[in-house]
């Protein structure tokens, strides 16, 4: 529901999943607050969550931990969630682009202290061309801690037609551990009603030498 300070939501969640160990079960237990500030180009929400046992998996989690189980790793550095508070927020810089910010930080069932997660990200589009960085950091599945940093670019390419004109997208990332991946594309339509579509993709991924 909305007031005149911002909006608030409450919301409960049930989930069931099926691992190869057996039946996960557990509900979560959400308060949020949001708010839109027009007048500067600002919006950001901030939300408080309870997990009621370790045995509640979201989607993600849940794919993580399946993938885990298939792979034969030791699913007992998985993280089980028990409370989080989390901090979203967007602000316009005008000519300048657009800054995000999106983490959390919180405690866990089966490991022991707390962790910060985040993505922070910087957008902005000079004339066709757009370009992005990010610095993200999380635990992966397994338990350990990730930073990356990932740069992203795309524009549409000097010929064709103004309907059909293909876009070029590229994006680099790096991690703390060394990982590299490197991606272009390609992407446009064709026809006089743009009645076909078409793409290609290229990429590479490896771990640095020096690391």
């Known amino acids: 529901f909305s007031t005149p300070l911002g909006a608030v939501a409450v919301d ?13 079960s557990g509900q979560s237990a959400r308060l949020s607050y949001s708010k839109n500030i027009l007048e500067t180009g600002s919006n950001f ?28 790793l030791d699913t007992s550095l998985f993280g089980r969630p ?11 810089l005008g000519d300048w682009g657009q800054v995000a910010f999106n983490g959390f930080t919180q405690n866990y069932w089966n490991l022991p202290g707390s962790d910060v997660q985040y993505q922070f990200s910087y957008n902005k589009q000079v004339g066709s061309v757009s370009y992005g ?28 037609s103004s309907v059909n004109r293909p876009q070029l997208s590229a994006r680099v990332m790096r991690d703390t551990d060394g990982n590299y991946s490197e991606q272009a594309a390609l992407s446009g339509t064709a026809g006089a ?4 579509n078409y793409g290609v993709t290229a990429g590479h991924e490896g771990v640095s030498r020096s690391n």
Request: glycine share 6%; hydrophobic share 35%.
């Open 133 to 160: 960085v990010s610095a993200n950091r999380a635990r992966s599945g397994v338990g350990e801690m990730e930073s990356s940093l990932l740069f992203t670019v795309s524009m549409p390419l000097e010929f064709g």
């Open 45 to 72: 929400a901030v939300a408080a969550t309870r997990f009621s046992t370790e045995n509640y998996l979201d989607f993600s989690s849940a794919v993580q931990l399946i993938d885990a189980e298939q792979k034969g």
């Open 193 to 196: 009603d743009r009645q076909y």
């Open 12 to 24: 409960v969640t049930q989930a069931q999943t099926d691992l190869k160990s057996g039946t996960a």
């Open 82 to 92: 028990r409370s989080r508070l989390s901090l979203t927020a967007n602000q316009s």
